[in-house]
């Protein structure tokens, strides 16, 4: 059926017809798909899902004219609900796009308990208790257990069994119904000992986590406090018990199926009772295991909706051909998988490139070097912010972050903190949580002492305790004490207390008269004096109160967001929900990392772990550490999810793809020996032309393919050679400003008299020269010779590329060496950059492998000089913006 919307609908929305319009064959066939039949979208990396998406809900809108308010879209991030809010918008119009229930299974829970909070036993007022609070509730409720695990040698942090019980609650399972398991498995049968027969450490841990889960929600509930989990577990209670709660939803719609965990799918079960769904994934793209994500979920789906179709979308907007290729044959591995391809359109462009290089610190200046040369070869096409580079986890960033530092490249770590768990946010948060909701304890314990009163860990507590036996909130109590109500108490408990009791009465009259949010909060700060408190107790105070003002811009910018809420949700029971309330909710659901300042980002280089990439895009991305123990990583339960990660990686890059790895790793300070990922090396092995392990050198023809994937303008020749001058100009005046204050921290020399290594920062100029160590035979390497650009095979998959290999044209110097190294320097690249000979050696003496003995073979002991001016290190989620070069030309 070729449906169209209505002519009034054309004439209304001029535009609206165009969703239609652009769909490619199986894009229209899963708009078009009949909204009574259950429908799986199985979408694989860039092929336009979340266009496929809107367009669907638009057709449903449009064409079978169902209300906007009874439609429900389900995503896993407000960045994705943002993304398709503005694409509805401009085909519904705005009205009928804030009235469609879209948002995060989070968020569209937290609604809907505010207003049905009797059904399941809650009061309106509750407050979303974070991670961070969460794991001081459990630290308390572990304290009684520590002697006895201590004597059984087993340690439990509050963070581990906060995971454990997030896992126990994405299952669905209450904290009764785990207690009752765990007790009929560690009590059940025995061995001939007369021990469980599961192992008794493992018995201790989960008896002692059930018994603090149960703890744990009991707390929750005496404070009127949710978690995360909490709002889908009470969100599935109320939409299967309230008919009433669900009884407006005719469809729903669900992105990232693959990622739902089993209370999420009991969720979506529940909400949509008049069984027409729509669920879009990607088993290929299933990474969040540890999260408890079940991929099983489609086949559940297909079990629970007997009349489920399937439609797969195959055809890739994002990538070259060459990264599509070379991905799908890492992911095809899985022979479990469910059969499907990918294909693009786009051409195949420069192959993927697979570097071995001797050490993650040299595996970090060749990255910081490529881009650098990237950039320029490229005459301004590319800014910092079109790179990325993936890492398996954090840890790995500490070599790459100081070597972009050292090449004056500024950087940006993905997600490196989240803004709302900073102490001064929090701080201040605290305060109008206690307003909201005068029952949650961990806001007044956070808040009784900022800024400082002198009440310590002793009077807090006997204040918990009286409050306790009295039946009163902390807050009753303090404002009985303040008023004299309440007898018996000290004299300097009064006095402490006092500005607390009247800040905490005037915030509550501004939120009783419906004061907005930012100004609660500036009338927060100016009554607790909290910029002064700020620069007397931290020494970075500046910044913090920075943070403050982005907490009242932030509290401004969804102010007009919480009035449309007010508006749409009606109802005579949502009219009792407060600015405050809804702010409050807003802050505590915000994704990480969305309310940051953004300003300036595409001006970094993205540092991010493979997961935090998921849904993004880069025209270039660099994925180091590709080895045996990261991928997979050595701890996983799940190789096949750690393939797909590496897939999903992959499948970020636009048009250009880098994968690299160490021979030799540090690990816990020591060195050891690291093999090529078994993911890569059997793809080399099956197919060695989806790689190659040279540079690409940046043709005109690799140019135009590059800008065409990106939809970019052609860069202007002469702006290429300019640039591409000013980087070799800066890479002769580093190294020769390098050797006039003496460092020595290179490790190479190189045989052509005429060129000293490109030494400052140990970077790496592959345009200069390529040296690798190739274990193969001469015919192969003379082969490799002559084409630098060379599919890999086995034998390449140990070849070693020297951190030196860019090398400054500079007059011959002599260095201190270091390490075993064999040099080969492509023919190709010496006859068009190489000057010409002036030195006892001839240029095709240059191709010939020459090693170089170590340091300790030369018994050369002498102190290898520092980098003045160079920080050593640099933490995670620190900005780095390096030092200035004075001849490299930043892009704009």
């Given amino acids: 059926m070729n449906s169209r919307p209505s002519s009034s609908c054309s004439s209304q929305h001029g535009s609206c017809t165009s969703y239609i319009e652009s769909l490619n064959t199986a894009q229209l066939q899963a708009v078009q798909h009949p909204p009574q039949s259950p429908l799986q979208i199985l979408a694989g990396p860039g092929s336009g899902k979340t266009k496929v998406l809107t367009s669907r809900i638009a057709h449903l809108i449009l064409y079978h004219h169902l209300p906007a ?128 027969i599961s192992s008794s450490a493992v018995n201790d841990i989960d008896l002692v986590v059930a018994e603090i889960y149960d703890l744990y929600e009991q707390n929750l509930r005496k404070n009127n406090s949710l978690d995360f989990d909490d709002l889908l577990l009470f969100g599935v209670k109320l939409f299967t018990s309230n008919p009433d709660a669900v009884s407006w939803c005719k469809h729903v719609l669900v992105d990232e199926f693959q990622d739902t965990n089993v209370t999420q799918y009991d969720l979506m079960k529940a909400i949509a009772w008049a069984r027409c769904v729509t669920v879009v994934g990607d088993p290929d793209q299933s990474i969040y295991g540890w999260r408890s994500a079940e991929v099983g979920n489609l086949a559940r789906m297909q079990k629970d909706f007997v009349s489920t179709e399937q439609i797969f979308l195959e055809e890739n907007y994002r990538s070259t051909a060459s990264i599509l290729n070379a991905s799908l044959a890492i992911v095809a591995q899985d022979k479990t998988r469910i059969q ?116 310590g860990e002793k009077s807090v507590a006997e204040l918990i305790a009286r409050a306790e036996a009295s039946k009163l909130t902390l807050v009753e109590l303090v404002e009985k004490i303040h008023s004299n109500k309440t007898p018996d108490v000290k004299p300097a408990v009064k006095r402490k207390i006092a500005p607390f009791v009247s800040v905490f009465r005037n915030l509550r009259q501004m939120a009783s008269d419906n004061a907005q949010p930012s100004d609660l909060i500036r009338r927060l700060v100016e009554l607790i004096g909290y910029e002064d408190h700020l620069r007397k107790t931290q020494p970075d105070w500046e910044s913090r109160w920075e943070n403050v003002q982005e907490l009242i811009t932030f509290a401004s910018d969804v102010q007009s967001g919480l009035q449309d809420n007010l508006a749409h949700e009606g109802g005579s029971e949502n009219t009792e929900e407060t600015p405050l309330r809804l702010f409050l909710q807003a802050s505590m659901l915000t994704s990480e990392g969305e309310q940051q300042n953004k300003e300036g980002d595409n001006e970094k280089v993205t540092i991010s772990t493979c997961h935090a990439a998921k849904g993004l895009e ?139 290594p490109f030494t400052s920062a140990g970077s790496y100029n592959p345009h200069k020269m390529t040296l690798t160590t190739s274990y193969q035979d001469s015919s192969s390497t003379a082969s490799s010779i002559a084409n630098p650009r060379k599919p890999l095979n086995a034998a390449l998959t140990k070849s070693v590329i020297h951190k030196d290999a860019h090398a400054a044209m500079l007059p011959p110097r002599t260095n201190p060496l270091g390490g075993l190294q064999v040099q080969n320097i492509p023919k190709s690249v010496l006859a068009s950059e190489a000057p010409k000979k002036t030195g006892p050696l001839a240029p095709s003496s240059i191709s010939q492998a020459v090693v170089h003995p170590s340091k300790e073979q030369t018994g050369d002991s002498s102190p290898v000089a520092p980098t003045p001016g160079v920080k050593r290190r640099l933490g995670m989620g620190r900005v780095s913006t390096g030092y200035a070069n004075k001849k490299f030309k930043l892009p704009t």
């Fill in 69 to 196: 308010s009874s439609i429900c879209a389900v995503t896993f991030t407000n960045k994705a609900a943002n993304e398709m809010k503005e694409r509805l918008t401009m085909i519904v119009g705005k009205e009928k796009t804030a009235q469609v229930r879209m948002g995060t299974f989070h968020a569209l829970c937290a609604l809907f308990l505010r207003q049905y909070a009797s059904s399941v036993g809650l009061d309106r007022n509750f407050t979303i208790c974070d991670s961070e609070e969460s794991k001081r509730i459990i630290a308390t409720l572990l304290k009684k257990y520590k002697d006895d695990l201590a004597a059984k040698d087993i340690t439990l942090k509050e963070g581990t069994v906060l995971a454990l019980i997030s896992k126990a609650k994405a299952k669905g399972h209450s904290a009764s119904s785990f207690l009752r398991d765990v007790s009929t498995r560690c009590h059940g049968p025995k061995d001939s000992h007369g021990s469980s």
């Fill in 340 to 455: 499907k391809s990918l294909r693009t359109s786009h051409p195949a462009g420069p192959p993927p490139i697979l570097m071995s290089l001797s050490s993650e610190q040299i595996e970090a200046s060749f990255l910081a070097g490529e881009i650098k040369r990237i950039v320029a070869y490229m005459g301004g096409t590319f800014n910092w912010g079109d790179f990325v580079i993936l890492l398996r986890f954090n840890a790995l960033s500490r070599a790459i972050e100081s070597a972009l530092q050292k090449e004056g490249i500024p950087s940006r770590v993905l997600g490196g903190h989240k803004f709302f768990e900073r102490v001064e946010i929090k701080d201040l948060l605290a305060y109008l949580q206690l307003v909201d909701n005068p029952r949650f304890v961990p806001a007044f314990m956070r808040a009784i002492n900022i800024p400082a009163r002198g009440m």
């Fill in 618 to 756: 880069w025209p270039v991305v660099m994925i180091p550490a590709a080895e045996q123990g990261i991928f997979p990583f050595y701890r996983t339960d799940d190789v096949e999810e750690e393939r797909r990660l590496l897939y999903v990686a992959g499948t970020r890059a636009q048009s250009l793809l880098y994968l690299s790895h160490a021979i030799q790793r540090k690990v816990a300070g020591e060195t050891k020996t690291r093999d090529l990922s078994p993911f890569l090396s059997s793809v080399v092995k099956q197919n060695p032309p989806l790689f190659v392990n040279v540079p690409p050198q940046f043709s005109d023809v690799d140019r135009k393919v590059i800008c065409q994937v990106l939809k970019r303008p052609q860069p202007n020749p002469s702006l290429v050679k300019e640039r591409v001058a000013a980087y070799h100009e800066s890479s002769r005046y580093r190294s020769s400003e390098s050797w006039a204050r003496n460092d020595t921290t290179s490790s190479a020399q190189i045989l052509n008299p005429q060129c000293t």
